[in-house]
């Protein structure tokens, strides 16, 4: 059975927006089936899914929608997420960062112990 993506459709204050600019949320970041979801919308079902765009972070088991953008700090920015597990209601805010550790790629921690990536932009 192929495991449903959640997509989000979020809007965002412009402030927030402007301000990802030149930051790691500068693009999609994803492994391979994250980045063909980004591009064409379709997903594979794959269980090993990630994609961080500048609006949420999207895995095979959660969905987490990018409430603010805080401070960047060299190559990390601090970043709130509100998240919530397939089929299951919203588990509130978590703290995070997303810490770019390269000139293409990006990783993400949560204060929760969560952490992703290394993942390269999106072609």
């Given amino acids: 059975m192929m495991r449903r993506h959640i997509a989000l459709v979020v809007l965002m204050a412009a402030p927030a927006l402007a301000h990802a600019a030149g930051t790691p949320l500068d693009g999609n970041y994803g492994n391979k089936d ?3 979801y ?8 794959a269980d090993d899914f990630f994609l961080l ?5 999207t895995t095979s088991v959660a969905s987490c929608e990018i ?3 805080g401070k960047t700090s060299g190559d990390t920015t601090n970043v709130t997420f509100s998240c919530q597990a397939e089929g299951e209601d919203s588990g509130g805010d978590i703290a995070g960062k997303v810490i770019r550790t390269g000139k293409d790629a990006v990783k993400v921690t949560m204060d929760d112990g969560s952490s992703y990536g ?3 932009r999106c072609k």
């Fill in 38 to 45: 980004a591009r064409t919308g379709d997903s594979s079902g």
């Fill in 53 to 57: 765009t500048k609006e949420a972070l």
């Fill in 118 to 120: 290394p993942y390269k």
């Fill in 34 to 36: 994250g980045c063909t």
């Fill in 67 to 69: 409430k603010t953008i």
